[in-house]
């Protein structure tokens, strides 16, 4: 046996008592992930665990009228092949109300999927292999043939776009919004700019493709499942499988990025589940590059029209964007293209309309930062286009149309400091040294361009339920079923419990990503952090109550906590925000509620201003980003280092959107052509720049501790401030992303 | 499946004459590509990396000879002076796990448009070394391909390696969708001989095989100042740059169009040569 020399594992940074919260902590999952200690959802061992991989369909519509077995059943080590004429018969997906109950509504899709002899997308898992090994699994599910009565399929967006309708919206966000007469007012402005942008579809690549493992026993069901909504994801399988939701158990300790592509139930989990249930074994199924790209959905494609009237000062007097984005026939996203413009300039007329398309395609989902990524480039490139028509500075013009109020609901902004932003960041970059003017510096062969563009995401909260046990040994333990998919959600919760509590940091624990836990919210739309912090906090002030209360009994005030429990012969004391008893979880709605309602009174949101150089070849197009500031207005930074690395990882995946990132539809049959690493362009270290970001740390007082959500503002307005920069550099305007080198020239 | 594991090379030429369908792997950086997504599934593999003679270099008379198995890791690290347009090249195949493991061999082997040892393959005028149990025979590298990951080898040969004469200037450019880990959208490689007064060109994706431009070598070759090394009339680099871009046939694809990839093939063109003809310059033959 060989033996491991001992590295020194760093000392854990020794925080000061109280002074946790503001502090740049190593994250608490990073050792366990770098070591490999960490065991993700298709890392668990069952004495009986199968393996299973899904068949998927080859049409984009019809029907299955016959599928074929028999080879794929001979090969050794198949234990069963399930289709729609044998597999368990579940429950349909049922539609549910959002505010009431996210459970039901959390499908990825309306299929039924092998209880159903329809196909409604080009990918759509009908058929599945079980097997002794991964191998025989993926040697016979190639084997399985069908037969399709085709029909005729919606599938090239370019061509449906003609029937568009407009999209109704739903509790948060309105599909139409109008402010006086838009048409009017850009027909009289004294300047204006009418343009079209697309964007193209995006696929999720989380470093962890979508997994399940499904256990059984008796009717209890356990699922390790890649998924950052495990309450909505038990009580989803709890209606699917009819067993009460207390016998479902969803896991997900640690999932390797979500990004909202594992908010939603994909086929995967589903037939995981299904498939264990049929073979009486644990199952496995864990999906392949492409078989995500297939059964799990991605960012819709758009095209806009975006208008813009101003007066010659550069007042804004019209706003007009209209997006068309796509859903599939069997559910989708409609993604809100049109949120920055309704809350980021002060325009006196305004009308944004958000129109849908169905097409027979694997639905849409969630892609961090979804309506904002799309929106800000749309918007964001078109002030900058309106800028160079009124020769101004771009900044300039933006800062001229800061709105007093919220330009749509004339609501007061919680916090609002974009200006700031604005401000410190052009002189942090060098704003002032650029040149105005078009391909006017120079280096060599390249094209140099500065850009500049708003970051922009509103901010939502949820309901935590939150247990906070402090016991005499000194230590404490956090419960609360949130999501760590790398984001430092456990580490920060640490800080804020152990400020709260008077702790050290290191004696607080947390427990996460368990549906037995008490139910945390789904980790999305930046929400997280705010959310369980509210409870956490709360928690920890009920518990500092009792803790006060037993001090004063035991007269041991001004000692710590645990000297107080010692005292007192208390073992531990606990305090919780909420219960999932039927009264509970009715109170949890009405928490719910009345912090949504609480939180609608101001218009509250996430905002940075992004600037970049890049370098275009002058000669070949080749663009290169050479450098990156991001400073943002994102409320109290709990944690420096963390907030730091989504940031820069927003940043990043901005950068991908802006250069190289498409999904590929072959427009004859609705196959995704970019089905891998090896065709989907993500960009690569050696096109990241050294990426500064900066945040200016003004709490937001309307919410917990100041916290504003920053997992997804990052993104915004950076495929905006490279194609403003691209034009800078070249002249030229680019409205179609990706900016592909054959564009730049 | 079976899995063949000579460790001679006679013991491979025996092998692949035995079966001809059998895939030869070496670094397995396409093998194993294509044999995870399923697109073919062979009967046998025959594993090439223990047989050592691969893995060697030396000279051959007054050729290097370098056996197909060695990486382009290590053709960078030992070969960068002797062959810089190849070196130059390598360094911009993958990432350092492929180049540790992918081989010139098996880039000529998959004979892909888009294989980036191919080009300056072609502008050193190389000759590919076939070998079966028949015999051995060294194929002009312009003849060796025949289509899109097609080429003259026959199921019984293995390509032993490749022979090139050192020397000389050489230069290589890829223009690529990003920034490292890509698929070229056009590649070009020049070679200028001082002794021979010659050029080489070699064009990476932008036709159905890699290829020659053997119009612009010649008309460069006419048209240099070999005598007084004096500096190229941008007339002469512009006609080259033209030259090399028409003897491309390029099409549209999602990597880029067809017209530009004849533009950045002439401005590779230009720019290759700008850069091999001032080494000449400063530092003389
Ligand atoms: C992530 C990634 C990035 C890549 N990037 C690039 C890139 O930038 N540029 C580029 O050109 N390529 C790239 N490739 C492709 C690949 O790495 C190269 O083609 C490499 O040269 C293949 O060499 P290998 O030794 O791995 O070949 P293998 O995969 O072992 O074999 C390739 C082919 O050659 C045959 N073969 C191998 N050796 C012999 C022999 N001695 N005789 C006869 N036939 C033989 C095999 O049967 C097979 O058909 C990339 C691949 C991957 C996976």
């Known amino acids: ?745 | 499946m079976d899995f063949l594991r000579p460790s001679t090379w006679d013991e491979a030429l025996a092998a692949k004459a035995a079966h001809p369908d059998a895939v030869p792997i070496a670094g397995g950086t396409d093998v194993m590509v294509e044999l995870n997504f399923d697109r073919r599934r062979p009967p046998a593999l025959l594993d090439l990396t223990r047989v050592a003679p691969l893995t060697e270099w030396g000279t051959d008379g007054d050729l290097l000879r370098v056996g197909a198995g060695v990486s382009y890791r290590r053709i960078i690290e030992e070969l960068g002076s002797r062959l810089p347009g190849l070196a130059m090249a390598s360094r911009t195949v993958g990432s350092p796990q492929i180049r540790n493991r992918g081989t010139v061999g098996g880039n000529l082997g998959s004979a892909s448009p888009a294989g980036d040892a191919h080009p300056p393959l072609l502008a050193a005028g190389a000759l590919v070394e076939l070998a079966s149990v028949r015999g051995v025979r060294r194929v002009p590298v312009d003849g060796f391909f025949r289509g899109p990951k097609r080429s003259v080898l026959e199921p019984d040969e293995l390509i032993a390696g490749f022979l090139v004469r050192p020397g000389g200037a050489q230069q290589f450019a890829k223009v690529g969708t990003r920034n490292a880990m890509v698929i070229a959208v056009c590649s070009f490689a020049l070679s200028l001989s001082l002794e021979t007064r010659s050029v080489g060109t070699g064009i990476g994706s932008a036709a159905p095989t890699p290829l020659r431009a053997t119009e612009a070598e010649e008309f460069l070759s006419r048209e240099l100042d070999w005598e007084a090394r004096g500096p190229v009339p941008p007339s002469v680099a512009q006609r080259f740059g033209e030259l090399v871009a028409a003897a491309a046939s390029p099409i549209d694809d999602v990597r880029g169009t067809a017209a530009y990839r004849s533009h950045a093939l002439s401005v590779l063109a230009r720019r290759t040569l700008a850069w091999a003809w001032k080494g000449f310059r400063e530092v003389g033959p």
């Open chain 1, 1 to 745: 046996m060989t033996t491991h020399a001992k590295t020194p594992v760093d000392p854990a940074p020794s925080v000061p008592v109280g002074g946790a919260v503001g502090r740049p902590v190593d994250r608490r999952d990073g050792h366990a992930k770098v070591t490999g200690a960490a065991r993700f959802s298709a890392e668990h061992h069952y004495p009986d665990l199968t393996y299973a991989t899904m068949v998927h369909a080859t049409i984009a519509r019809g029907t299955i009228t016959a599928i074929d077995t028999a080879a794929a059943v001979a090969v050794p080590g198949v234990v069963a092949v399930l289709t729609h004429l044998n597999a368990p018969r579940i429950r349909p997906v049922r539609k549910g109300n959002i505010v009431r109950d996210l459970g039901p509504s959390v499908s990825g899709t309306e299929v039924n999927y092998l209880n159903t002899d329809q196909v409604f997308w080009d990918g759509q898992p009908i058929a599945v292999v079980v097997a002794q090994t991964s191998v025989a699994a993926n040697e016979a599910a190639p084997l399985v043939t069908v037969t399709y009565r085709e029909q005729q399929a919606r599938v090239d967006f370019a061509a449906e776009q003609h029937n568009a309708t407009p999209a109704k919206g739903d509790l948060t966000f309105a599909g139409t919004k109008k402010k006086g007469d838009a048409e009017a007012a850009l027909a009289t402005a004294q300047v204006s700019v009418d343009l079209r942008y697309t964007t193209p579809g995006l696929q999720h690549n989380t470093i962890e493709p979508h997994a399940t493992i499904a256990v059984w026993s008796g009717d209890h069901l356990t699922v390790h499942d890649t998924t950052q909504s495990t309450d909505a994801s038990h009580k989803y399988l709890a209606w699917r499988f009819g067993v009460p939701a207390a016998q479902v158990r969803v896991r997900a300790e640690f999932v390797g990025g979500a990004f909202g592509g594992k908010f939603a139930v994909w086929p995967g989990t589903v037939i995981a589940a299904m498939a264990a249930k049929a073979v009486g074994r644990p199952v496995r199924l864990a999906l392949s590059r492409k078989a995500v790209s297939r059964a799990a959905g991605g960012r819709t494609a758009s095209t806009n029209r975006i208008a813009l009237g101003a007066t010659r000062d550069g007042r804004l007097t019209a706003l007009i964007q209209d997006s068309i984005t796509h859903v599939g026939s069997v559910g989708g996203l409609l993604e809100a293209t049109s949120s920055p413009a309704r809350h980021l300039y002060g325009a006196k007329n305004m009308l944004t309309r958000q129109n849908l398309v169905e097409m027979d395609l694997l639905p849409n989902t969630w892609l961090r930062a979804p309506g904002e990524a799309i929106g800000s480039f749309v918007l964001e490139s078109a002030m900058d286009e309106l800028a160079y028509e009124l020769a101004m500075d771009p900044i300039d013009l933006r800062m001229r149309n800061e709105p007093a109020t919220d330009p749509t609901s004339g609501k007061k902004f919680s916090q609002r400091m974009l200006r700031e932003a604005f401000e410190a960041g052009a002189e942090r970059f060098g704003w002032a040294d650029r040149n105005p003017s078009p391909r006017s510096m120079r280096d060599g062969e390249w094209l140099v361009g500065m850009g500049a563009a708003t970051a922009y995401h509103p901010v939502l909260r949820l309901v935590a339920d939150v247990k906070v046990r402090l016991s005499n040994d000194g230590t404490a333990l956090v419960q609360c079923g949130f999501h760590e998919m790398g984001m430092a959600a456990a580490t920060v919760q640490a800080q804020i419990a152990a400020d709260a509590l008077g702790i050290a940091y290191e004696k607080v624990r947390v427990e996460y990503g368990d549906s037995d836990l008490p139910p945390g919210p789904m980790a999305g739309n930046s929400n997280q952090t705010a959310t369980v912090a509210t409870s956490v906090l709360a928690a920890c002030a009920e518990l500092t109550r009792k803790v006060t209360a037993l001090a004063r009994k035991t007269g041991t005030t001004g000692q710590e906590p645990a000297a107080t429990l010692r005292a007192a012969h208390t073992p531990f004391l606990e305090a919780s925000v909420g219960s999932t008893s039927r009264l509970g979880s009715l109170r949890s709605q009405g928490r719910f509620l009345a912090t949504f309602l609480k939180d609608q009174r101001w218009s509250k949101a996430a905002r940075g201003a992004q600037f970049c150089e890049v370098r275009v070849n002058a000669d070949t197009g080749e663009l290169r980003i050479s450098r990156w500031l991001g400073m943002f207005d994102v409320g109290h930074i709990i944690n420096p280092k963390t907030a730091a690395s989504q940031l820069r990882g927003s940043i990043v995946m901005g950068i991908g959107m802006a250069m190289s990132e498409q999904t590929l539809v072959d427009p004859r049959n609705g196959r995704t052509m970019s089905a891998g690493l090896d065709s989907y362009y993500l960009p690569v270290h050696a096109d990241i720049p050294p990426i500064d970001v900066a945040w200016l740390n003004e709490p937001d007082k309307s919410m917990p501790l100041g916290i504003i959500g920053l997992g997804e503002v990052g993104m915004t307005g950076v495929a905006a401030a490279i194609a403003n920069a691209v034009y800078h550099a070249t002249g030229r305007r680019i409205r179609d992303l990706p900016i592909s080198l054959d564009k730049t020239l």
